[in-house]
C-alpha cells in the first residue's frame, strides 16, 4: 500500500498553490511536511481528503486514483483527517463523537437494530466499547459523557484525533495537531502518535512545531511556495542548505534581524528607565 502524489497542481485563477508536486508516502513510518506559511501544507492535505479539487496530476493510493472521487468515497476508502481548526460535534458527548463515525458501515443494519432489540442492543454494546476503548488510549474515558465543546482545548484535540481513528484508517491525515497546545500536551501528543505508528497505516503529519517533527516523523517533505524543496529524514532536513535558507534566510538576514532585536531591546530599556 502507497500514496502517491503524481504531478500535483492547485491553482486558484491565476494563484497557483500547489506546482508540480510528485512524492510518495509508505506506511509504517511517520511522515511530515513542513514548509512557511503559505508553502501549500494544508492544500496538500485538503486535496488528499477531497476537501479540495486536484486541477492537474493524480493522488493514487493503493494504485487507486482518489482525485475523482467524493469526500465520502474517499473517506470510505481509509483516509482520515483532523483540522487546524477543531471540528467536534460540540453538543454531542465525547463517546457519541467517536460512535458516529461507525454509521457508513452499520447504515444497512440500522432497522434490523429497530426492530430486533436484542440485536440493537448488542450492536450499541459492542459500538460503546470499541469507542471506548479509543478513549482510553488517548486518556480521555473520564470526558467519555461530557459534551464536547466543554472539554479543555487540549482534551479537544485529542478527541479529534481519536474520532479519526474509529474506522482504522489506512492514511490519517494530521493538519497542524499541535496548534494551540502548551509543552506538556504536546510532548504528550508526540508519545501518543508514536504508538500510532503501524505497519497497516500511512500518518502524514503538518505542523509548525519543529521539536515534535524532527522527533517523531521518519521522513519530511519541505515545501516552499508550493514547490516541493526537498525530502528525507529529519537529519538530512535539517543539514540541507536549501531547507536552511528558505527557514532562516541568509547568514547576513540573520545577523540583521539579531541587530535589530538587539536595538529594539536597547531603546526599549532607555524608555523604561526614562519613565522611571
Not at 488528499?48 to 470510505?76: C, F, H, P, W
Not at 436484542?118 to 459492542?126: A, C, L
Not at 484525533?161 to 504536546?186: F, K, Q, S
Not at 508514536?194 to 503529519?205: F, Q
Request: charged fraction near 20%; glycine fraction near 8%.
Amino acid at each position: 500500500m502507497t500514496l502517491i502524489f503524481q504531478n500535483i497542481r492547485k491553482q486558484y485563477g491565476s494563484n497557483v498553490a500547489i506546482d508540480d508536486v510528485s512524492t510518495e508516502f509508505v506506511p509504517g513510518l511517520i511522515h511530515g511536511i513542513i514548509g512557511p506559511n503559505g508553502a501549500g501544507k494544508s492544500t496538500l492535505i485538503n486535496m488528499t481528503a477531497g476537501s479540495y479539487a486536484v486541477s492537474s496530476g493524480a493522488i493514487v493510493l493503493d494504485g487507486r486514483q482518489m482525485q475523482s472521487l467524493k469526500k465520502y468515497e474517499i473517506a470510505n476508502s481509509g483516509i482520515a483527517r483532523t483540522y487546524q481548526n477543531i471540528r467536534l460535534f460540540d453538543q454531542m458527548t465525547a463517546l457519541e463523537n467517536l460512535e458516529v463515525c461507525y454509521y457508513p458501515t452499520e447504515v444497512g443494519a440500522t432497522w434490523r437494530e429497530v426492530l430486533w432489540p436484542p440485536f440493537g442492543r448488542s450492536q450499541r454494546e459492542r459500538r460503546r466499547e470499541a469507542c471506548m476503548e479509543i478513549l482510553r488510549f488517548f486518556n480521555l474515558q473520564g470526558y467519555a459523557s461530557a459534551e464536547a465543546g466543554s472539554l479543555p482545548y487540549g482534551r479537544q484535540r485529542m478527541l479529534e484525533i481519536a474520532r479519526a481513528l474509529v474506522m482504522n484508517p489506512r492514511v490519517l491525515l494530521l493538519d497542524e495537531p499541535a496548534a494551540g497546545l502548551n509543552h506538556h500536551e504536546t510532548a504528550e501528543l508526540t508519545a501518543k502518535l508514536a504508538e500510532l505508528r503501524s505497519p497497516d497505516r500511512i500518518m502524514i503529519i503538518v505542523e509548525h512545531d519543529m521539536d515534535l517533527v524532527m522527533t517523531l516523523c521518519d521522513r519530511i517533505v519541505v515545501m516552499h511556495h508550493g514547490k516541493l524543496l526537498f525530502q528525507g529524514t529529519p537529519a538530512e532536513v535539517q543539514a540541507n542548505p536549501d531547507v536552511q535558507l528558505a527557514y532562516l534566510g541568509t547568514a547576513n538576514d540573520i545577523d540583521e534581524i539579531r541587530a535589530a532585536a538587539q536595538d529594539r531591546r536597547a531603546k526599549l530599556g532607555i524608555r523604561a528607565r526614562q519613565r522611571s
